[in-house]
């Protein structure tokens, strides 16, 4: 697994009285999934943002429900950040031993899973979220400390 971001370091972004900053750093960032984190929210986000962000790709339970082909995507695509949300259900132990080794993309995948990632805790995060009663701010956290 290679450690620097390949794509981009930080990503910013805002809906409604609801901001996330985003920094990224490592190449694949693993966001432990809790309840009641937000996660939902941030990838609603990212994926409104890969609209016109061409650098983002992303992936969830509803793209393999609607046929998509998850193993032949991932290994094809190039110069990406790769968002998974519900990789429990969607990664197979050949297509996260690929993303371990992959020089091409970024990776941020959010599940409880981390087997064949080869992933240690600097890679490992939560979603931080504050919240004044009008506002909303959510940032990486990592789990290391």
Same mark, same amino acid.
């Given at each position: 697994?290679?450690?620097?971001? =390949?794509?981009?370091?930080?990503?910013?972004?805002?809906? /409604?009285?609801?901001?996330? =900053?985003?920094?990224?750093? !490592?190449?694949?960032?693993? $966001?432990?999934?809790? %309840? /009641?984190?937000?996660?939902? @929210?941030?990838?609603?986000?990212?994926? =409104? !943002? !890969?609209?016109? &962000?061409?650098? $983002?790709?992303?992936?969830?339970?509803?793209? +393999?429900?609607?046929?998509?082909?998850?193993?032949?995507?991932?290994?094809?695509?190039?110069? +990406?950040?790769? *968002?998974?949300? &519900?990789?429990? @259900? @969607? $990664?197979?132990?050949?297509?996260?031993?690929?993303?371990?080794?992959?020089? +091409?993309?970024?990776?941020?995948? !959010?599940?409880?899973?981390?087997?064949? @990632?080869?992933?240690?805790? %600097?890679? $490992?995060? =939560?979603?931080?979220?504050?919240?004044? /009663? *009008? +506002?909303?701010?959510?940032?990486?956290?990592?789990?290391? /400390?």
């Amino acid at each position: 697994m290679y450690s620097r971001p =390949e794509i981009m370091d930080r990503m910013e972004l805002t809906r /409604g009285s609801c901001r996330a =900053e985003l920094e990224f750093r !490592a190449n694949l960032i693993f $966001l432990m999934e809790r %309840a /009641g984190s937000a996660k939902s @929210l941030i990838f609603d986000m990212i994926r =409104e !943002a !890969a609209r016109k &962000d061409r650098r $983002l790709f992303c992936i969830c339970a509803e793209d +393999k429900r609607n046929g998509m082909d998850i193993r032949q995507r991932i290994r094809s695509t190039e110069r +990406k950040l790769i *968002v998974i949300d &519900d990789a429990d @259900l @969607l $990664l197979t132990d050949e297509i996260r031993r690929f993303i371990a080794f992959d020089k +091409k993309n970024q990776y941020l995948i !959010a599940g409880k899973n981390t087997d064949n @990632l080869l992933l240690s805790r %600097a890679n $490992l995060y =939560e979603l931080d979220v504050v919240t004044d /009663g *009008v +506002k909303t701010e959510i940032r990486l956290r990592n789990c290391a /400390g």
